[in-house]
Nanobody, 111 residues
Framework: EVQLVESGGGLVQPGGSLRLSCLAS????????MSWVRQAPGKGLEWVST???????SYADSVKGRFTISTDNAKNTLYLQMNSLKPEDTAVYYC?????RGPGTQVTVSS
């Protein structure tokens, strides 16, 4: 059974950093593409970033240069390093594998 569990969210001031983690089970992270998506209050789901099985990464323009997606194959875990956070980054963040998403982790950027 494929399961994804995110962690690492929280409250941070503008300009701050957070690292989100997504522990995967039921499949090997390194063999598939994995993504982060987010949903801000009152808005639809927004794609943030994808890492492909070969290591290639892609980012939404809104986070390019500030966020970094990566994997730890030994831990079967996906990460999202978020730097220079802005209030508009406030959202519930989900990791995704195909049609499967985790329960999400809340990120709030506020002073």
């Amino acid at each position: 059974e494929v399961q994804l569990v995110e962690s690492g969210g929280g409250l941070v001031q503008p300009g701050g950093s957070l690292r989100l983690s997504c522990l995967a089970s039921g499949f090997t992270v390194s063999r598939y593409s994995m993504s982060w998506v987010r949903q801000a209050p009152g808005k639809g789901l927004e794609w943030v970033s994808t890492i492909y099985s070969g290591g290639y990464q892609s980012y939404a323009d809104s986070v390019k240069g500030r966020f970094t997606i990566s994997t730890d194959n030994a831990k079967n875990t996906l990460y999202l390093q978020m730097n220079s956070l802005k209030p508009e980054d406030t959202a519930v963040y989900y990791c995704a594998h195909g049609d499967t998403r985790g329960p999400g982790t809340q990120v709030t950027v506020s002073s």
